[in-house]
T-cell receptor, first 115, second 118 residues
Framework: DAGITQSPRHKVTETGTPVTLRCHQT?????MYWYRQDPGHGLRLIHY???????DKGEVSDGYSVSRSKTEDFLLTLESATSSQTSVYFC??????????????FGSGTRLTVV | AQSVTQPDIHITVSEGASLELRCNYS??????LFWYVQSPGQGLQLLLK??????LVQGIKGFEAEFKRSQSSFNLRKPSVHWSDAAEYFC????????????????FGKGTLLTVNP
């Protein structure tokens, strides 16, 4: 199984402060993703990466930025946290071998509370 | 643009009863289809996937799903539900239409919450 870890697992932060979430993978998969999960909305894509320094926006990217300076790490930054960004954040990697897609492997999630 | 609809937000079944969770997708090419399960407080786990070939696919935990192109559906089934199946289930669609492409991502439905009564 692909190794993927998220840190921190839980965080409480104040409105207006910057926050960075980290996603780390151990198997050099090309594609990495950040989703947020909220009741009634399912999973919504924030940003994704298709290679080192190659990133693109998802459907709910406002207020978020990402960086990927090396294959194994994908960082999500909330520039100035707001209460609407209270959510559970999931990182995922896409396991693609050859032309076969084996789906995503998800991290365990980060529960972020903005007070 | 690809999209996924899970018409049922919440389903309740009795333990031992059969289960069918619905999923309809919209995609302009042959899709790759997935079902994921999420137990409370946990991440998402892959149940099964469809790429091509046999339209009935088997997954873990006794689940199966059938791809019906004419109906744009990929419904998840289980003949006899166990209390441990209580969870939220997500259908997803994607396609590696461009090997090495920059735009590859899965689109998820909003989920169906399954409650199992004893």
């Amino acid at each position: 199984d692909a190794g993927i870890t998220q840190s921190p697992r839980h965080k409480v932060t104040e409105t207006g402060t910057p926050v960075t979430l980290r996603c780390h993978q151990t198997e050099n998969h090309r594609y990495m993703y950040w989703y947020r999960q909220d009741p009634g909305h399912g999973l919504r894509l924030i940003h994704y990466s298709y290679g080192v320094k190659d990133t693109d926006k998802g459907e709910v990217s406002d207020g978020y930025s990402v960086s990927r300076s090396k294959t194994e790490d994908f960082l999500l930054t909330l520039e100035s946290a707001t209460s609407s960004q209270t959510s559970v954040y999931f990182c995922a990697i896409s396991v693609i071998l050859g032309r076969r897609d084996y789906g995503y492997t998800f991290g365990s999630g980060t529960r972020l509370t903005v007070v | 643009a690809q999209s996924v609809t899970q018409p049922d937000i919440h389903i309740t079944v009795s333990e031992g009863a059969s289960l069918e969770l619905r999923c309809n997708y919209s995609y302009g090419a042959t899709p790759y289809l997935f079902w994921y399960v999420q137990s409370p407080g946990q991440g998402l786990q892959l149940l099964l996937k469809y790429f091509s070939g046999d339209t009935l696919v088997q997954g873990i935990k006794g689940f199966e799903a059938e791809f019906k192109r004419s109906q744009s559906s990929f419904n998840l089934r289980k003949p006899s539900v166990h209390w441990s199946d209580a969870a939220e289930y997500f259908c997803a669609v994607g396609a590696l239409w461009n090997s090495g492409g920059s735009n590859y991502k899965l689109t998820f439905g909003k989920g169906t919450l399954l409650t199992v009564n004893p």
